[in-house]
């Protein structure tokens, strides 16, 4: 849509498709980001994105790039908090029944 829009005879101003460009630009690296197979890969590509500064209209106070990037931030993060939480959690079980055996163990 963005090439087609550059194509046009009344096409908007260069800042204007300057901006479009760079919150396509913006999108396409979510995109990627969300292909990577583990949350911490997501996580730091995330971080590499800089999402765009300026407000999409002019009523809003966070630009909207901005607040989709926080939002995939915080799934990212929340994703990587369950993942070690399971495994840590999965670790202490196996600890207890290990403990729990060898109690037994020495019990008999």
């Given at each position: 849509m963005l090439r087609e829009l550059k194509k046009q005879a009344s096409k908007p101003a260069p800042e204007l498709l300057n901006e479009y460009s760079r919150k396509v630009e913006f999108l396409k690296g979510l995109l990627e980001a969300e292909k990577l197979s583990s949350s911490t890969e997501k996580a730091l590509a995330n971080q590499l994105l800089a999402p765009g500064r300026t407000p999409t209209t002019a009523?809003?106070?966070?630009?909207?790039?901005?607040?989709?990037?926080?939002?995939?931030?915080?799934?990212?993060?929340?994703?990587?908090?369950?993942?070690?939480?399971?495994?840590?959690?999965?670790?202490?079980?196996?600890?207890?029944?290990?403990?729990?055996?060898?109690?037994?163990?020495?019990?008999?």
């Open positions: 009523k809003e106070r966070t630009p909207a790039t901005k607040t989709v990037h926080l939002q995939t931030k915080a799934r990212c993060t929340g994703q990587m908090r369950r993942e070690l939480l399971g495994t840590v959690c999965s670790v202490l079980l196996l600890l207890y029944r290990l403990s729990c055996l060898c109690s037994a163990a020495s019990g008999s």
